[in-house]
């Protein structure tokens, strides 16, 4: 089983990007994410309705590391120290060495490859600091950017799962993707 300490709370860096722990300060820029529909709509999630919705998912989210369940960072520009989407380990399965990734970026920020360096940095911390074996993404069918994103980070499609999870009163298709440590150049 897996032995994942968050403490302290790895800050993680790229040549453009800085992924640190989410503070409250981040709940209005987390808001503008969270609240739009257009966003969310691939997202079997609910809208945020104020920030304090935003803030609740924060402390969640902290709290979730504390325990060493899961960990979320913020997604930030260099320089600019302000939340521009999120991406973490939102499920963490110990036993199995098995993480699932969850990610989302600001529209005015998509297109430009901070996703996947932000992903290439959050898979090699999976790989190398928390000694998983696999990371997991489950996405809907539609969201074909996302589906280009995981296979350009070398995700394999493993399987289309109809009407998987019933969620805000509509049924959800899932794909899930997968990459395993053995394709991840230590």
Partial sequence: MLNIQFTPFPELATERLVLRRMRPADAPQLFV????????QFIPRPLHQTEADSLALIDLCNDT??????ISWAVTEKGKDVLIGTIGFVKIQKE???A???YILHPAMQGKGIMKEALA?????????????????IVDPANTASAMLLEKSGFMKEGHL???????????DSVIY?????????
């Fill in 121 to 137: 940095t959050v898979i090699d911390y999976g790989f190398r600091e928390m000694k998983l074996h696999s990371i997991a993404a």
């Fill in 65 to 70: 590391a504390d325990k060493n369940d899961g």
């Fill in 100 to 102: 699932e990734v969850g």
């Fill in 178 to 186: 997968s990459k395993l440590k053995y394709s991840f150049e230590l």
């Fill in 33 to 40: 994410l969270r609240s739009d529909p257009e966003m969310m």
């Fill in 96 to 98: 199995h060495f098995r």
């Fill in 162 to 172: 109809r009407e998987h999870e019933f969620l805000l009163g509509r049924f959800w």
